[in-house]
């Protein structure tokens, strides 16, 4: 079960990808993980009808579509085998892929009085570029304001917010020093 091409994409490359659709993202992801395999099905599930655009680009992708509700994940051991439609069909795939929420851990945020903001792909703690909230005293950094960074951009941004950090603290010192 994948999210990421980025991640795992090339251990599934040119493989049968199921992407499984929760809403409209299914159409970016299935544009994503089509530079990695050709053989990519849309399973809408019953949880949208793309819009006519949409159809033609997954269409240009050469993605099928599959309409009917998901009945179940065909699994053997941890490798899944196959998607089982509700009208009975059965695709044999190698990989599922799914566009989950990235939703940061925003309530410690909130009790210290911030408020969260809701993008496309899940919920974070609004930032400046240096990682500044709103809220007097407080950073964040990593996923915590930008739910879609890979490991190594959420390192780097900590390093980057603790420079800013510093910055911060020296500045309120001096400020204290000259009063
Ligand atoms: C399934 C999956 C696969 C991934 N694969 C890859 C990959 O292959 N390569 C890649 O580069 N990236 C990958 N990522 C993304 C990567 O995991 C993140 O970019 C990275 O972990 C972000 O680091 P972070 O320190 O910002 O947040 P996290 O790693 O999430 O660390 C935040 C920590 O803070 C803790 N925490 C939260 N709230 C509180 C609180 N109130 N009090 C105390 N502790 C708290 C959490 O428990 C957590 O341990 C993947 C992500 C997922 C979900």
Redesign the pocket.
Known sequence: ML??PF??GWEVRDQRIAIIANDERAVHQAMLFRQLSDQITVFLNETFEPADDHMKQLAALNATIVKPRIKRLVVERTQVQAVETGDGRVFDVDAVVVAPHFNA?T??YEALGGTEEVVLFGKQIPTDARGMTKVPGVWAA???NQPM????A?AAAGVGVGTAVHGDLLVADLNQGLA
């Open positions: 999210h990421c991640c795992h851990r309530e410690l990593g996923n915590a960074t890979m490991v190594s959420a």
